[in-house]
């Protein structure tokens, strides 16, 4: 499954942005969760926000009221709406899903990662 991000770039605070990401390849039915994690220079791989394929979304904390997460279960597809942008919110923007295949042996889930999109946010 490769996962394609889109929507990154450079705007000042206080701005929006909406960051994309489409799914493909062998997808066998739905994606379990879609989430967007991001990575900000010298600092760990964190969740930014979360949705499961039954509705569920979860945010980080310093995202709840900017950002909102949405889903097309059947398009594979899934936007991160991000408003009142402030600085300490750049960092490269990773599209995350995972899902289970299920054989007679039993079922494995698979995790898949974009590749990234930069979100850099100007003071």
């Known amino acids: 499954v490769h996962l394609a991000e889109s929507g990154g770039g450079l705007v000042q605070a206080g701005n929006s942005l909406r960051l994309s990401c489409a799914a493909s390849?062998?997808?066998?039915?739905?994606?379990?969760?879609m989430a967007w994690y991001r990575q900000a220079p010298g600092k760990e791989r964190e969740l930014v926000a979360s949705?499961?394929?039954?509705?569920?979304?979860n945010y980080q904390d310093s995202v709840k009221g900017r950002f909102t997460i949405s889903r097309d279960i059947v398009k594979h597809t899934m936007d991160l709406q991000m408003d009142s942008l402030k600085p300490e919110d750049t960092a490269v923007y990773y599209c995350?899903?995972?899902?289970?295949?299920?054989?007679?042996?039993?079922?494995?889930?698979?995790?898949?990662w974009g590749q990234g999109t930069q979100v850099t946010v100007s003071s």
């Open positions: 995350y899903a995972d899902q289970t295949i299920y054989t007679i042996e039993g079922s494995t889930n698979f995790d898949y």
């Open positions: 390849g062998s997808i066998f039915d739905v994606l379990n969760t």
């Open positions: 949705m499961s394929s039954r509705g569920y979304r």
